[in-house]
């Protein structure tokens, strides 16, 4: 154990020095730090915002977390990925005289950490925003970061190192919480289809009893229920059978025998995991690990193209090959958003009159958000045949990004007319929107290839797209700035046409310029 542990301390002490070395790296951990500090606050403000800010508000929060999160960790644990091993760990780790549930113990640090992260925010906002007494939150950190994180290693100490449970078993538990999130959420939504998604119907869902009866995460949910609200016959039957489920596990775990039948699982994963990381860093976006091998449709019309247009029609071929054609994951973020944004801020953004404002904002902060989202076109600026193609850099560069343009629109129009119709925004400002995420998306794109250009390898990718962030903001701001004091002494009318015409502008000249920096691009292929 004290082997494993100091290998664990060794570990992060040299990340945190890369880390330090590493400028780009620094800055892009500072930038995250921040980045999640700024998205926590927000949070709080959106809470107080939606008038959300109390006992009820917080217990909403943490019935969803037991609902989805907890029961996600567990399906993650059943299929064998729920702990990020290395590959050394094959190597060394695995084959040391070490028990394996000592070794599986001491690998799921990180899960740990992050839990009792997460109930330090939360009983901080407690505190500040959702108005708790001191020691209920004391009792809500000991629930949630002691009983509830004993519960969540039981399972996964079970569900990794019980070698006799077969495949089929474990299969069909990921099945059920599949099929029982799947049901939940579809029952979710149809409520708040028919009373209202409003804190008053949410309390009101959250306080049906039957949610309570769920074994385990029921009787997890009556315990933070007993502590927030106070005691009821329900809530304290349900939270004894909690702490009774939590002992009778901990104690059965620590008494099963394991010989390391979760290391070939446990390996691969690794194996997994690391050309996963490999994707990431060669611009690739991943959201998932799967060891699954992708399916392709099959096409069987044949394209055909002069010049850069080839490029173009390529990727338009690959995409045809994909299942569900240029939709991916990021379209359904963009949904998932469209939705939240048209429930939660629908009241406060028509409460001031200037819906279409709000709608700006959120297509700025959605530009950013999806500012790591890379396509096909980086890609084809690895492939060494694109400069060898006759035809000008400016023609190459755009036939390279076309596709990831109509893409971009797409994704606006899914978040803007849908948040358009629930806000009674005018037509013609979600148009504006919509043209605006979608310039703003191809600047992004080009200031890429000149960030790329001018700092190479040297800073790495972190480095590149903290360049490309600095001068997009900077050129694009003083845009917005000119658009604001136009729209402040003369009509607020003219304030998206503005910011619409000069995005353009700068994006031109942003795409001029790659094109001028195109060809050199080949030494970094």
């Known amino acids: 154990m004290r082997a494993l542990m100091y290998l664990t301390r060794r570990s992060l002490v040299n990340n945190l020095k890369k880390a330090v070395q590493k400028p780009s790296t620094l800055i892009a951990l500072i930038f995250a730090i921040g980045y999640g500090i700024f998205i926590v606050v927000s949070l709080g403000s959106l809470a107080v915002s939606i008038r959300m800010d109390s006992v009820r508000g917080l217990l909403i929060i943490i019935t969803a977390w037991c609902i989805y999160a907890t029961l996600g960790n567990f399906m993650a644990y059943s299929s064998r990925k729920g702990i990020l091993f290395k590959p050394a760990h094959a190597h060394f780790v695995f084959t040391a005289p070490i028990s394996p549930k000592v070794v599986l113990l001491n690998s799921a640090w990180m899960n740990y950490v992050l839990s009792v992260v997460l109930w330090v925010v939360l009983a901080i906002g407690g505190l500040t925003v959702f108005q708790v007494a001191p020691w209920k939150v004391l009792l809500l950190i000991l629930a949630g970061g002691v009983m509830e994180l004993a519960l969540e290693i039981s399972v996964m100490v079970f569900l990794y190192t019980n070698d006799r449970l077969p495949e089929k078993l474990m299969k069909g538990i990921r099945t059920f919480i599949k099929v029982f999130l799947i049901g939940f959420t579809l029952l979710v939504v149809l409520y708040f289809r028919k009373n209202g998604m409003t804190v008053g119907s949410a309390s009101a869902f959250v306080d049906w009893d039957v949610l309570q009866m769920i074994p385990v995460i029921g009787w997890q949910i009556a315990a933070y229920r007993l502590i927030l609200l106070g005691p009821t016959l329900l809530n304290v039957i349900c939270s004894c059978l909690y702490a009774a489920s939590v002992i009778v596990s901990v104690a059965a775990v620590s008494r099963m025998q394991c010989s390391g039948g979760y290391y070939e699982e446990a390996a691969k994963f690794a194996d997994d995991y690391a050309e996963i990381k490999k994707r990431q860093k060669n611009g690739e976006t991943v959201f998932g690990i799967s060891g699954k091998k992708r399916k392709f449709r099959q096409v069987r019309e044949r394209i055909s193209a002069k010049g850069a247009k080839a490029i173009f029609y390529r990727q338009l071929l ?22 939240f944004l048209c429930y939660t801020l629908r009241d406060a953004a028509m409460e001031t ?3 279409e404002f709000f709608l700006l904002g959120v297509i700025a902060y959605m530009s950013i958000v999806m500012s790591g989202y890379l396509g096909k076109w980086e890609n084809e600026l690895k492939n060494p045949y694109l400069y060898l193609i006759p035809d000008t850099p400016m023609k190459k560069l755009w036939y390279a990004t076309l596709m990831e343009h109509v893409k971009a629109l797409v994704d606006g129009c899914i978040i803007c007319i849908p948040v358009g119709i629930f806000w009674h925004v005018e037509p013609v400002y979600v148009v504006f929107c919509i043209l605006i995420y979608a310039v703003l998306q191809a600047d992004r794109l080009y200031t890429k290839v000149i960030a790329q250009c001018l700092v190479g390898e040297i800073f790495g990718k972190t480095g590149q797209d903290v360049l490309r962030m600095c001068v997009q903001f900077a050129l694009l701001g003083m845009g917005a700035g000119v658009a604001v004091i136009v729209g402040i ?18 994006t031109a000249a942003m795409g001029f310029l790659a094109s001028l920096r195109f060809e050199t691009m080949e030494q970094f292929v």
């Open 489 to 506: 002494f003369i009509n607020t009318g003219l304030i998206f046409p503005i910011l619409l015409v000069y995005s353009v502008m700068v």
């Open 318 to 339: 690959e995409y045809k090959k994909e299942k569900f054609f240029i939709f991916s994951k990021v379209t359904l973020i963009a949904v998932v958003i469209a939705f």
């Open 353 to 355: 009159g200037v819906a």
